[in-house]
Nanobody, 124 residues
Framework: QVQLVESGGGLVQAGGSLRLSCVASGGTFSMYHMGWFRQAPGKEREFVAVISWGGVNTRYSDPVKGRFTISRDNAKNTVYLQMTSLKPEDTAVYYC?????????????????WGQGTLVTVSL
């Protein structure tokens, strides 16, 4: 069973950058599409980005498009989320997710595995 562990969260000023990492262990990482969701205080969890198992296809939510980049290194069992031009509204707990259905990944219904989350706080 694959387990996901995120890291890289923290406090950053608006306009700054952070890179989140998610390391998978205990299974075949490359068979999963990987992505990120986030949950802000008082809000529902929302889709951020997804990358296909081979790294060829990516998709982003509108609020982060052009500012965030998702990538993966299957040799290191790791998926990354490079976040730039951060805004206070990006403040949330960011969750790594894995699933084998790319088309429905953004709905979270096909997510099979979740990480524990890492907090990103963007200050003015």
């Amino acid at each position: 069973q694959v387990q996901l562990v995120e890291s890289g969260g923290g406090l950053v000023q608006a306009g700054g950058s952070l890179r989140l990492s998610c390391v998978a262990s205990g299974g075949t990482f490359s068979m999963y599409h990987m992505g990120w969701f986030r949950q802000a205080p008082g809000k529902e969890r929302e889709f951020v980005a997804v990358i296909s198992w081979g790294g060829v296809n990516t998709r982003y939510s509108d609020p982060v498009k052009g500012r965030f980049t998702i990538s993966r290194d299957n040799a290191k069992n790791t998926v990354y989320l490079q976040m730039t031009s951060l805004k206070p509204e990006d403040t949330a707990v960011y969750y790594c997710a894995a699933g084998r259905a790319y088309g429905s990944f953004i709905t979270a219904r096909s997510i099979e595995l979740w990480g524990q989350g890492t907090l990103v706080t963007v200050s003015l």
